[in-house]
């Protein structure tokens, strides 16, 4: 073993049961005779000191206990591409070698075959593959030149995390054989990426996807070698530390997701250096510790120019604690699906669902919060309630009924950007509706309730008074008992005098009256 290693090891990435490390010392330590690896750990706490030893410095670690010195018969330096891909994917002969009988592998599974030649079927195997998986399989680079488009040219989804690629120029050397690949995990490599802009055209012609993860890139890494992926449509650059430094400029224009999430460098005037991205319709963008949000080119009720495509946002485990963020949010053109999650804003408050209500009134377009569609009722729900919630602030702050004298504050337009769009939609708040009440506290109350079955033409109109935090099913059982017909058949929809003419159904058995914002002088229409 010590006759084969020279000082080309150092930089190489190796593997010590299970942990990973890079070589950054080769050669001896005295007074200890032999020949010694420093090595500098991921994982800190697997280490000893900083490549120090007796007062003497082999090598420098990023952390005072990152590193430890190895014998090098102790240590994995790994296996090329091909060979890891034989290891996983390709035929095992069974225990007759007569050919009668043998056993292929292939990922987990297993198949018997019966009258091939084992070599040509191990060639045939490889030649087939066109998505696989070699995550932590202890792959150091290409292996043999050629050797990989040979045996397996039609790959096309390529998983590499959590292995012992060294640097860019390794995956360059695998991914120039492999001319259909369309996505590539690289997350846990600890790579050197290329210190200046590199010309690699053709490489990664046909890249859609790229997975970066925990690499250790720089943005100014990203941007070098952000050229040779042309076609690329998903970037996922998660946990590297990355700081935006400046605004992409003819690279990533194809890019449809961005991920970014665990960067904790990352502020809002960085994420404006990539709001020019002309496809960027996916942003990802949790744990980077984000609080607030502001674009400044866009006034109240107005549309921002930046981030024109982005559909899709991710701002989960960050410090948002202002409804000022939300309404920011409105002014992009294109957003309709948002994930918020675990923020002071949402984890804080003790209703939920008045929350979530808030959060669909304040964002017009919005289309799926956190996983669950809006559907146009609870929208409608949300944006009612929100606009009695906040009645008599308006009131306060100078707003009317009388549109000539419907004059509300700056203060309040800026912390309710929406509030006098939806006054237009559904009229302003009449004094009846506005009770004293904090926002976030909806009050149960008695509705009276026209009840009419329109497919029943002898039944009599009832008037009924019910809670307003009664369930769509209890009502059912109600009316039941009431009708004398089973609660499965029975189909329940109201009408508004504010809305003549629409019918809105309560489809949802576990949410209340208040949730479909059914109000005094209601009409529940019963059909069975």
């Known amino acids: 073993m010590n006759d084969a290693l020279t000082s080309d090891v150092i930089g190489r990435r190796v593997e010590v049961n299970g942990e990973h490390a890079t070589v950054r010392f080769f050669g001896d330590v005295p007074p200890v005779a032999g020949f010694w690896l420093g090595v500098e750990w991921d994982n800190p706490e ?51 070698e007569d050919g009668k009988e043998q056993i292929v592998t292939i990922g987990n599974r297993t198949v018997q075959t019966v009258g091939f030649d084992s070599v040509i079927k191990r060639q045939s195997q490889l030649n087939k593959l066109e998505d696989i998986s070699l995550r932590n399989c202890a792959v150091n680079g290409a292996g043999d030149k050629g050797g990989i488009a040979r045996a397996c040219p039609h790959i096309r989804k390529v998983d590499l995390s959590r292995n012992l690629l060294s640097s860019w120029d390794d995956v360059i050397d695998i991914a120039d054989q492999l001319k259909d690949l369309e996505v590539l995990n690289l997350s846990e490599n600890k790579l050197e990426f290329p210190s200046c802009s590199t010309s690699l055209i053709g490489t990664f012609s046909a890249l859609k996807v790229l997975v970066l993860n925990r690499t250790g890139i720089t943005w100014a890494e ?10 690329l449509e998903e970037l996922y650059l998660g946990s590297n530390n990355i700081c935006i430094s400046e605004r992409p400029v003819d690279v990533l224009q194809t890019v449809k997701l961005l991920d970014l999430s665990s960067n904790q460098l990352i502020d809002e005037n960085q994420l404006f250096l990539i709001a020019y991205l002309p496809r960027l319709e996916q942003l990802i963008l949790s744990n980077i510790g984000i609080s607030s949000i502001h674009f400044p080119d866009a006034g109240i009720g107005c549309k921002t120019s930046l981030f024109p495509s982005l559909q899709y946002l991710v701002v989960n485990d960050n410090q948002i604690s202002q409804w000022s963020f ?13 994930s918020c999650v675990r923020n002071p804003l949402t984890a804080g408050s003790k209703d939920s669902q008045t929350t979530r209500q808030f959060i669909i009134a304040r964002i017009g377009q919005l289309k799926t919060l956190d996983r669950c569609q809006i559907l146009p009722e609870e929208r409608r729900g949300a944006e009612l309630d929100y606009r009695k919630a906040f009645g008599n602030e308006w009131k306060k702050a100078g707003g009317h009924q009388n549109p000539d004298k419907n004059r509300p504050n700056e203060e309040f337009l800026a912390a309710h950007p929406r509030y006098q769009f939806l006054c237009q939609k559904y009229g302003a708040p009449e004094d009846g509706e506005l009770k004293t009440q904090q926002p976030f506290i909806l009050k149960n109350q008695l509705l009276t309730l026209k009840i009419r079955y329109p497919d029943q033409l002898d039944q009599k109109v009832l008037e009924k008074q019910l809670p307003d935090s009664m369930t769509i099913q209890k009502v059912k059982g109600l009316l039941s008992r009431l009708l004398k017909v089973p609660v499965s058949q029975l189909l329940l929809s109201y009408e508004s005098p504010k809305m003549p003419g629409r019918e809105i159904e309560l489809e949802n058995d576990q949410q209340s009256l208040q949730f479909y914002s059914v109000e005094n002088g209601d009409s529940l229409l019963v059909r069975w």
Not at 222 to 231: E, Q, S
């Open 46 to 96: 697997r280490g000893k000191h900083d490549g120090s030893h007796e007062g003497t410095v082999y090598f420098k670690c990023r952390h005072p206990t990152g590193g430890s010195f190895i014998r090098p018969n102790k240590v994995n330096f790994g296996v090329d591409f091909l060979t890891a891909l034989k290891n996983r994917y390709v035929l095992e002969d069974g225990p007759e």
């Open 222 to 231: 990203v941007l070098r070698c952000a050229p040779g992926w042309p076609v």
């Open 326 to 338: 939300i309404n920011e949010l409105d002014k992009l053109q294109s957003l309709d699906t948002l």
